[in-house]
């Protein structure tokens, strides 16, 4: 079936420095993907919707400059956390919706960021 | 805004009890409704979806009523397995965008 996958699965890095997260749809196109955060316990909160061909659209309270979005291809979005500070250190998921007769929307596994 | 109340966690059960996880929502206009769970170290998957009042939504045993009367979308499976266990998140879609509930943790013992 469909796959959405995420590279890397963890990273941790220092304070200061950017990190780039990739989110792949692997068996069809996605003009459209989703990049949400998730703190321990408490539930996903989109961020930002990814566009393709345009730019990514960010929800109230999300820091574009913070977080730049790129939807490289059809298949191919990334999130770069820029400037990277503890506060950054969550999970991000991100999401692609698969258009046909019953139209799915497909999870990543997770990248879980730790900022040191 | 739309907004989704879930069940605090976490839940734990013996195998073959029955289970409910409650689900309440907020929003204006007609949403879709969702339960996606989360296994240990996979990504979220669609289990069940409702998409008006009244509909059912039901996989592998679990069920949901979309009652727009009570606002609620209640998740309830009538013997759970160890397999079961998971992360349950009830979510709803005005259109594309999905709002979630904070997540139910579900353990079963077997």
């Known amino acids: 079936g469909a796959v959405v996958s995420q590279h890397p699965s963890w990273v941790i890095c220092k304070s200061g420095t950017s990190v780039k997260i990739e989110c792949r749809s692997l068996?069809?196109?996605?003009?459209?993907m989703f990049w949400y955060r998730q703190f321990p316990k408490q539930s996903l909160m989109l961020m930002a919707t990814?566009?393709?061909?345009?730019?990514?659209?960010?929800e109230q309270g999300v820091e574009k400059d913070k977080f730049l979005i790129n939807h490289a291809s059809l298949t191919l979005s990334t999130l770069t956390v820029t400037s990277a500070h503890p506060e950054d250190s969550s999970f991000y998921i991100c999401?692609?919706?698969?258009?046909?007769?019953?139209?799915?929307?497909?999870f990543g596994p997770g990248t879980r960021l730790l900022v040191l | 805004g739309d907004s989704v109340t879930q069940m605090e966690g976490p839940v734990t059960l013996s195998e073959e009890a029955f289970l409910t996880i409650n689900c309440t929502y907020t929003?204006?206009?007609?949403?879709?409704l969702f339960w996606y769970v989360q296994y240990p170290g996979e990504g979220l998957q669609l289990l069940l979806k409702?998409?008006?009042?009244?509909d059912k939504g039901s996989n592998k045993g679990f069920e949901a009523t979309y009652r727009k009367e009570t606002t609620s979308f209640h998740l309830e499976k009538g013997s759970v397995q160890v397999s079961d266990s998971a992360v349950y998140f009830c979510?709803?879609?005005?259109?594309?965008?999905?709002?979630f509930g904070q997540g139910t943790r579900l353990t079963i013992n077997p």
């Open positions: 409702a998409t008006k009042a009244d």
């Open positions: 999401s692609a919706p698969r258009r046909g007769l019953r139209e799915t929307q497909y």
């Open positions: 929003a204006t206009g007609y949403p879709s």
């Open positions: 979510a709803l879609s005005p259109g594309e965008k999905l709002v």
């Open positions: 990814s566009n393709e061909g345009s730019k990514a659209t960010y």
């Open positions: 068996d069809f196109q996605a003009t459209t």
